[in-house]
């Protein structure tokens, strides 16, 4: 099986590897390399398994599985992490897990695609622990993370942004994007800023006074 072990330990963002829609190998490998510590979650242990991929834990009730003793077999050495918990998804607790464990920052895949309540719980989880771990949501399309209150990023011209309030967002300024916010707001169900686009290569700008932002890098 692949390799991921050329970091030391907690340097760099854990790999949390959810069941949704697979990423393009080369996304995949490209965290795997950087990541000094891969968290399957419940129905992903198979797919990575048969994809001969080496990860360090797999958490869940393991009730997704018929093949699952063969394919924890196949991973050792292995943590297996049994949370039965009914009341967070495998998502929380696997990031609960990251914190308990030192872990200050983790990267997300297979997080999108087939369910969108799944998608959307994912975004919400960005919020509940903002604050406590960095969370990037990757796929082969975007990168989704949320924004402090002052955000600077060199960006090429023509990168398209979208800014996806996690509720009301307000007093928002920005800078460097085709559309404009000077002292503006937005909120979900009433009014968003999917794709923006950066007008020139330079520093981007985006600063808001309250509420929770969310930003996707979109690929083109």
Same mark, same amino acid.
């Given at each position: 099986m692949s390799s991921h072990h050329i970091v030391r330990d907690k340097q760099e963002p854990a790999l949390i590897v959810a069941n949704g829609a697979a990423c393009s190998d *080369? /996304?995949?490998?490209? &965290? &795997?390399e950087w990541s000094p510590f891969v968290l399957a979650l419940d129905g @992903?242990?198979?797919? /990575? +398994?048969?994809r001969g991929i080496k %990860?360090? =834990? %797999? &958490?869940g009730d393991f009730d997704?599985? *018929?093949?699952?003793e063969e394919y924890i077999a196949r991973q050792q050495p292995l943590e297996v992490l049994h949370r039965p918990d009914q009341e967070k998804t495998d998502l929380e607790k696997g990031i609960d897990y990251l914190l308990e464990a030192g !872990?200050?920052? =983790?990267?997300i895949v297979w997080a999108t695609g087939h369910r969108f309540d799944h998608t959307y719980a994912n975004f919400s989880n960005m919020v509940k622990y903002a604050g406590r771990i960095e969370l990037n949501l990757l796929d082969? !399309?975007?990168r989704v993370y949320q924004l402090p209150a002052v955000f600077r990023k060199w960006y090429p @011209?023509? +990168?398209i942004l979208s800014l996806m309030p996690m509720g009301r967002v307000e007093g928002i300024h920005t800078s460097n994007l085709l559309y404009p916010l000077q002292n503006d707001w937005l909120e979900i169900g009433s009014r968003i800023g999917t794709s923006n686009q950066? %007008?020139?290569?330079?520093? %981007?700008e985006i600063r808001h006074a309250s509420g929770a932002l969310l930003l996707g890098e979109m690929s083109k």
């Open positions: *080369e /996304l995949l490998g490209q &965290l &795997l @992903a242990i198979d797919r /990575l +398994t048969l %990860v360090d =834990a %797999v &958490l997704s599985s *018929e093949q699952l !872990h200050r920052a =983790a990267n082969d !399309h975007s @011209a023509g +990168t950066v %007008v020139e290569d330079g520093w %981007v």
